[in-house]
């Protein structure tokens, strides 16, 4: 469809200070931002930054949430594609959308080109069949191979994905995604600041524990602790209450926590 093929593209206003936890992922999120702001410094030490970045890892670990971050920091244009969007039953159509997504991208630099769920694009080839996917995936290869950071136009390109493993060797190679950065679920402390995140304009009652919150949450998302506290503020609301209290908080645990084993009843 006509929308789909619009990649949206937007000025971002998320702040890597939005993103909780991930220290290490961040300082090079700050690299690359640096990169995009002083190109000349860079250039004249003829050091290269990676023209793509590979987030892998579970959902909502916040992957999303990185690339606009750092679209945000840099105050370039943040083009946002899906894999999936790619993937046509006639063939030639998924390259031409790829084709014009560079298109677009060229116009906007310096900009962010963020592509979820590459693997729909980027699973390895195969000799028979699936033409489709096999000229999808080499028109990507061309594009990526066709620009140079150091133009003056910076395009800097962010796929993420739930299956590294299924990904097309060429497309890990120098020059293309050739910087991988694991973002994996949170752990207690990293919890506990998403929980801050999340709060941070929210009237809480005082005897809420964040801390007590991270404990109950072990092997959630960040995606998930942000459902939980929007559920624990439409709990309140629902109470008529001022605050949100600690036992919005564990009822909304125990419904984000219901809806995942109902889900996952679903899919076995
Ligand atoms: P998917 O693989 O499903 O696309 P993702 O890794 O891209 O997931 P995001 O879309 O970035 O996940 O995260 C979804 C939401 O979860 C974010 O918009 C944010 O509200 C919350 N979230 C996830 N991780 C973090 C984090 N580290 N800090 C703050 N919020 C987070």
């Given amino acids: 469809n006509e929308k789909s093929n619009e990649n949206q593209s937007l000025k971002s206003s998320v702040k890597l200070a939005d993103v909780a936890g991930l220290e290490e992922v961040k300082e090079e999120i700050m690299e690359i931002a640096d990169f995009i702001k ?32 750092l679209a945000g920091e840099t105050n370039t244009a943040f083009i946002v594609a899906s894999g999936s969007e790619f993937m046509e039953k006639y063939v030639g159509v998924g390259a031409k959308r790829v084709r014009e997504l560079f298109e677009r991208a060229k116009e906007k630099a310096p900009c962010i080109i963020f592509i979820d769920e ?14 489709e996917c096999n000229q999808t995936l080499n028109q990507l290869l061309t594009e990526m191979d066709g620009f140079k950071l150091e133009d003056e136009k910076i395009i800097v390109i962010i796929g ?4 590294i493993d299924i990904l097309d060797t060429a497309l890990l190679r120098p020059g293309r995604f050739d910087k ?24 809480l009652s005082k005897e809420v524990s964040l801390e007590k919150i991270a404990v109950k949450t072990h092997g959630l998302s960040g995606a998930h602790i942000s459902s939980i506290v929007n559920e624990a503020a439409l709990l309140a609301v629902r109470n008529n209450r001022e ?11 125990e419904r984000v926590i219901a809806g995942l084993k109902m889900k996952n009843s679903t899919v076995s």
Avoid: C, W
Avoid at 160 to 163: E, I, S
Avoid at 243 to 253: C, K, P
């Fill in 118 to 131: 590459i693997d729909a694009i980027g699973a390895k080839r195969n000799e028979e069949g699936q033409s």
């Fill in 243 to 253: 605050h949100i209290t600690q036992l919005d908080f564990d009822n909304a645990i």
């Fill in 180 to 203: 991988h950065i694991y973002i994996g679920n949170p752990n207690k402390i990293a919890r506990k600041q998403i929980l801050k995140v999340h709060t941070k304009n929210k009237p």
């Fill in 38 to 69: 002083h190109a000349e410094k860079y250039k004249k030490m003829g050091a290269k930054i990676p023209k793509g970045i590979l987030l892998y890892g579970p959902p909502g670990t916040g992957k999303t949430l990185l690339a606009s971050a």
């Fill in 160 to 163: 993420a994905t739930n299956r």
